[in-house]
Every structure is written in C-alpha cells, then in structure tokens.
C-alpha cells in the first residue's frame, strides 16, 4: 500500500523512467532465455523449447582443455589493466580540467579528450594497423629513419596488452573525466575557501579536498568495471588483433573465444555455455567486490 502511494505521488518521475524500465526488460532481462541453450542440443528446426536437454554436456566442450585457463586469464588481466588506468588518466585528466580558468581553452581540452569516444572499434583497428604494420607502419618507419631495427609487431605477443590498453586509455580515459568532473563541479566551493584561508596550495587542495571528495564516484565507476571484469570487449579486441593466432596467448578473450567456437563450429549450444559461465564469473567478482567495498565503506556500495 505504501508503495502504491508513492507511486502515485511521484507518478511524473516514475513515468520518465518507463523508457529506461522498458529498454532494460526487452534488452536485458528478456535474452535471459538464451541461456537455456548452454543446457540443450540446440537445433534450429526444433526451436530452444522443443530441442532435447543435454545437461552439462555442452561444458565439456569448454573445459575439457586447457584453453579455458587462458582465455579466462586473459580477459581478467587485460580488463585489470584497463579498469585501473582508465581511472587512473581519468582523474588525472579531471584535476586538470578543473584547474583551467580559460572556458574556451577548457571546452576546447574537453572536447579534443572526449572526441576518441565515438570513434569505431573498426576505425581504431585500421589506425593500429597503419601505426604497427610490419612493411610500411609508421612506427617501423621512423624506427628505420632513426637507425634501429624494425619491430614485427604483430608476432609479438607480450607487447599487445601494453598498446590494448594504450589504446582504451586513449579511448575512454576522456569520457570517465567527464563524469568525474562533473562531480567536481558540485562539491561545495566553501571547502577550497577555507582551504586557501588557510594557506593550502592547489596541490594540497586536490590531494586533502577534491580526491577524497572524489571517492564514491571513483568506487562506484570501479564497481561498474569489475561487473564487466569478464567481459572481453568483443569490438576492441578483434577489430584490432582480428583472427591472428599468433598473438591468442595474450590478447585472447572469452568473448573472441566463444566467437571463433560458434563460426568454427556452428554450435550454438557450446557457445552459449561458454558466454553462461562468462555471466556467472562476472555476477561472482560484482558481489564480491560489493562485499569488499561494503566492509571498508559501507556508505559507497553499490547495493
């Protein structure tokens, strides 16, 4: 009954959110019935409903070698990589936006670190590819024009996680500086008052005022990473490295994986079990890391 109330109290900020509610249920929650493929011998003629139940079977396909461990391993050391920078040159990038008075030299800054956001998966591949191609790229180019010996770029593997993760930096760095800096916005100016009354430089100010003010929003964007910490960004990944084997040891994730298994193979049904235990490990590391926040500050939890 009390929720009734409320409803109809607030009935025009409820309404705003039918779209978002709607988006989420067709979207989200609605392709939840996909999973049930991991457990059947999906055949296309007979539909999900009516093909026969195999149990665990289709898991066999995935864990019966060790492919798994790698592919498991990559997707959460390279996302481990990411999360981290990204924050890190999100904030760094925030505190110094902050710090320019010029609105038009600001907006012009904003702009130019935002900008990479909207560039396509598909195009940054063609700019790696231009940068680091073994015949022609640009980096072998001037490493020739200054006397050294030209990289083969892409039969190198231990150096890929370092220019994936360049690259995402690059990519999104500027887009979390954005919301970061949007909190900044709204912090009260009468802390940095007091501050400079009492003699605090600006670099005092940002380390005791504006970091420590920042860490909800810093936890909360950290929390959202960790829930996707085993979702190998499909796009990135294989709009950059593509199909060259070569370089799986480090820069194969589950969700490339799972993609070669299904064009290989055509079955869907060991694809959709391989993308089941993806959803399970990620639900796993976003409960837990919500414990782990909730037992150092129980007030930036997400739930």
């Known amino acids: ?54 149990g665990l079977d289709n898991f066999r ?33 925030a505190l110094f936006l902050n710090e320019i008075r010029l609105k038009w030299f600001k907006r012009t800054i904003q702009s130019v670190v935002f900008l990479p956001y909207f560039i396509s998966w598909v195009v940054v591949g063609y700019m790696a590819f231009i940068l680091f191609n073994n015949t022609d790229g640009l980096i072998n ?11 083969n770029w892409y039969q190198t593997p231990w150096v890929w996680p370092i220019i994936l993760t360049l690259t995402r930096i690059w990519k999104s760095a500027g887009y979390y500086s954005i919301i970061l800096l949007a909190a900044i916005t709204g912090f009260s100016s009468d802390y940095y008052e007091s501050a400079r009354l009492d003699g605090a430089t600006r670099l005092q100010q940002m380390r005791y005022i504006t970091m420590p003010l920042l860490k909800p929003q810093i936890i909360i964007l950290v929390l959202l990473g960790v829930g996707r910490i085993f979702y190998g960004d499909f796009g990135m990944i294989y709009g950059i490295i593509g199909d060259n084997g070569i370089l799986f040891p ?8 799972s993609y070669r298994a299904l064009r290989q193979l055509g079955n869907f049904s060991m694809s959709s079990a391989i993308v089941f235990y ?8 976003v409960v837990s890391f919500n414990a782990l926040v909730r037992k150092i500050d129980k007030d930036s939890r997400l739930f």
């Open 141 to 151: 180019r001037v490493l020739g024009m200054s006397g050294l010996q030209a990289v």
């Open 250 to 257: 480090t820069t194969d994730v589950i969700d490339t994986y």
């Open 61 to 93: 396909f995935f864990f019966s070698n060790r492919d798994w461990i790698q592919v498991t391993v990559n997707t959460v050391y390279l996302n481990g990589l990411f999360i981290i920078f990204e924050m890190v040159f999100a904030l760094l990038i």
């Open 278 to 285: 993806q959803s399970i490990m990620g639900l796993i590391a």
């Open 1 to 54: 009954m009390r929720m009734f109330r409320d409803l109809v109290k607030n009935r025009g900020l409820y309404s705003m959110a039918i779209p978002g509610i709607v988006f989420l249920v067709v979207f989200s929650y609605i392709p939840l019935s996909g999973h049930l493929l991991a457990f059947k011998d999906f055949q296309i003629s007979k539909g999900i409903w009516g093909s026969d139940w195999v």
